[in-house]
């Protein structure tokens, strides 16, 4: 495989974990703020204050995202790449698909963008 065509995929996985996310964020708030969340009696929050938190998480996901390709790309220390393996570590648990892409992640960046 291409350097570039590593690129594209690594690219594509961390746009669709930007976008999967950021909407299970969202609906996730959205099954709060109806009350309609498995076990839930009372919502701990409600009205206003639930979307800013959950646009607040996902607007900081999305950050996060663009942050990781940058540190994707970045062949320095751990200073350039730390969002990048943010972002794995956050996926690595959320089997079986995050783990999937987090383990994909590693591999492409180990591969084709190692230290020098």
């Known amino acids: 495989m291409r350097r570039e065509t590593a690129d594209t995929i690594a690219r594509l996985i961390i746009g669709l974990q930007a976008v ?15 009350g309609q ?12 204050s639930l979307w800013l938190l959950m646009g607040a998480l996902a607007l900081a996901w999305l950050w996060l995202c663009r942050r990781a ?9 751990l200073k350039q790449q730390w969002p990048f393996w943010l972002l794995v570590v956050i996926q690595l648990p959320s089997f079986p698909l995050g783990t999937l892409m987090g383990a994909g992640l590693i591999y492409l960046k180990l591969r084709y963008h190692p230290r020098h």
Do not use: N, T
């Open 37 to 48: 969340m498995p076990g839930m009696q009372v919502p701990a929050m409600q009205g206003s």
């Open 69 to 77: 390709w940058d540190g994707y790309l970045a062949e320095g220390g």
């Open 20 to 34: 999967l996310v950021s909407i299970m964020l969202l609906g996730m708030g959205w099954m709060m703020y109806g």
